[in-house]
């Protein structure tokens, strides 16, 4: 599985992006996600979403970033709104690939995108 994101770019506060990201090839992936890496700082999830449909949000970002899955076209989109300077980072898709065999259930494979840039002015 490859993914392909796409969306990244300039916005002055206040505004919004989305992101979409795209899932290329044969595999069942379990959830996809957003994470984003800050100049300086550690990786960190942004949002999430599970087969089921569970969601999952960090909390700088709840109420202004919406997460939305179309498992048929194995794409995950990232509606961001309200913008903040703090917002800005690379942006990466990450999905979990069940890769589970009879002796190893459960077990996952991350696939990460190669990121778009978010920069948002103040």
């Known amino acids: 599985v490859q993914l392909v994101e796409s969306g990244g770019g300039l916005v002055q506060a206040g505004g919004s992006l989305r992101l979409s990201c795209a899932a290329l090839?044969?595999?069942?992936?379990?959830?996809m996600g957003w994470y984003r890496q800050a100049p300086g700082k550690q990786r960190e999830l942004v949002a999430g979403?599970?087969?089921?449909?569970?969601?999952n949000y960090a909390d700088s970002v709840k109420g202004r970033f919406t997460i939305s899955r179309d498992i048929a076209k194995n794409t995950v989109d990232l509606q961001m709104s309200s913008l903040k300077p703090e917002d800005t980072a690379v942006y990466y898709c990450?999905?979990?690939?069940?890769?589970?065999?009879?002796?190893?259930?459960?077990?996952?494979?991350?696939?990460w995108g190669q990121g778009t840039l978010v920069t948002v002015s103040s």
């Open positions: 090839g044969s595999g069942r992936i379990n959830g």
């Open positions: 990450k999905a979990d690939i069940d890769i589970s065999t009879i002796e190893t259930v459960g077990k996952t494979l991350e696939v």
């Open positions: 979403v599970v087969s089921g449909g569970s969601t």
